[in-house]
């Protein structure tokens, strides 16, 4: 009996696939992302009082909104972009997965077509470099 194989990609998939980041993001199934850590850093909370007031008006407002997640670890966070979603890495929707999931178990065909899709682009400009040469030996304008 063959062995199944679980590969974790996750952590590779989020880097791979992270353009931006942020403090507070908000991920496509609409949950906000608050980085309450981060507030400390804000140089405009430098009293400690204004800061302590702001957390405490975050967690008044989380305890009425199930869409606003505060985060006590991290100092920011990870935009996943993925066919034209965005996502925040660590988002207990997991919107990436589907596409990761995808990718990976169809990756054989994938390979595939990159592979055919580099030699179309190829065939192109091979044709598009034949005809600036040609352009340029009988000083054609383009
Ligand atoms: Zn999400």
Known sequence: ?????????????????????????????????????QMEDWEFYDDEQSLEMLQASYVEMAAL?????????NHGFSMIE??????V????????????DFLFEERKYIAQFLLAANGEVKKLQSQADLMDMIAKEYDLEK
């Open 1 to 37: 009996m063959a062995t199944k194989i679980h590969v974790d990609l996750d952590d590779q998939f989020c880097e791979i696939f992270s353009q931006a980041g942020g403090t507070n993001l908000t991920c496509n199934c609409g949950r906000e992302h608050i980085s309450m850590i």
């Open 65 to 73: 909104d199930d869409n606003l997640i505060l985060d006590y670890d």
């Open 82 to 87: 993925v066919a034209g979603f965005y996502f």
């Open 89 to 100: 890495d660590g988002c207990e929707c997991e919107g990436w997965r589907p596409y990761m």
